[in-house]
C-alpha cells in the first residue's frame, strides 16, 4: 500500500473535504468500471448459449413440453442465459453443432455453447423435471 502524501502545510477544512471526495471518487470510478466489465462478459456468456429444441408435429410429448414450457420459457431466468431455437427432426442433421451425437427421437434438447454441445434432455415428463434438467447446465 503505497505512503499518503504529508505535506510540509496543514490543510484547511475545505480541502481536507475536496481530497476526500476526489478519494472517494477514484474508489467509485474503479467499482464502476469492474461492474461495467462484469455485466458485459455476462452479456457475452449468455450470447454464447442456447437451447435447442428438437421437435416433431407428431411428438404427443413435444406438444406437451409446448403448453407446458414453450409458451413461458421466454419469461424465464433461463431465457435470459439461453434463447430458445426450435428445429424439425427432419432438419437435425443440418442444423447439428459439429461433434454432435445423432439426434434419434423427439422431443430432444441440446444445450449448445459456442457451436459445441455441452449438454443434451432427452424426452419430457413435466415442467418441473424438464427445468431441474435444465438447471444442471444452465444456472437461473
Same mark, same amino acid.
Given at each position: 500500500?503505497?505512503?499518503?502524501? /504529508?505535506?510540509?502545510?496543514?490543510?484547511?477544512?475545505?480541502?481536507?473535504?475536496?481530497? %476526500?471526495? /476526489?478519494?472517494?471518487?477514484? $474508489?467509485?470510478? /474503479?467499482?464502476? %468500471?469492474?461492474?461495467?466489465?462484469?455485466?458485459?462478459?455476462?452479456?457475452?456468456?449468455?450470447?454464447?448459449?442456447?437451447? /435447442?429444441?428438437?421437435?416433431?408435429?407428431?411428438?404427443?410429448?413435444?406438444?406437451?413440453?409446448?403448453?407446458?414450457?414453450?409458451?413461458?420459457?421466454?419469461?424465464?431466468?433461463?431465457?435470459?442465459?439461453?434463447?430458445?431455437?426450435?428445429?424439425?427432426?427432419?432438419?437435425?442433421?443440418?442444423?447439428?453443432?459439429?461433434?454432435?451425437?445423432?439426434?434419434?427421437?423427439?422431443?430432444?434438447?441440446? $444445450?449448445?455453447?459456442?457451436?459445441?454441445? $455441452?449438454?443434451?434432455?432427452?424426452?419430457?415428463?413435466? %415442467?418441473?423435471?424438464?427445468?431441474?434438467?435444465? %438447471?444442471?447446465?444452465?444456472?437461473?
Amino acid at each position: 500500500m503505497s505512503q499518503p502524501v /504529508v505535506f510540509p502545510f496543514p490543510l484547511s477544512a475545505p480541502q481536507r473535504l475536496i481530497r %476526500s471526495l /476526489v478519494h472517494s471518487l477514484k $474508489i467509485g470510478l /474503479v467499482f464502476c %468500471s469492474l461492474f461495467i466489465s462484469s455485466a458485459g462478459l455476462a452479456a457475452e456468456q449468455a450470447r454464447s448459449l442456447e437451447l /435447442v429444441f428438437i421437435t416433431s408435429e407428431y411428438c404427443p410429448f413435444c406438444k406437451a413440453w409446448e403448453r407446458d414450457v414453450g409458451q413461458i420459457y421466454d419469461s424465464t431466468p433461463y431465457a435470459l442465459k439461453a434463447r430458445l431455437r426450435r428445429v424439425d427432426l427432419g432438419d437435425v442433421d443440418s442444423t447439428l453443432p459439429a461433434g454432435a451425437v445423432k439426434v434419434f427421437g423427439t422431443p430432444t434438447f441440446l $444445450i449448445v455453447e459456442n457451436n459445441t454441445e $455441452i449438454g443434451r434432455i432427452e424426452g419430457y415428463q413435466s %415442467s418441473e423435471m424438464f427445468f431441474w434438467a435444465l %438447471s444442471e447446465y444452465i444456472s437461473p
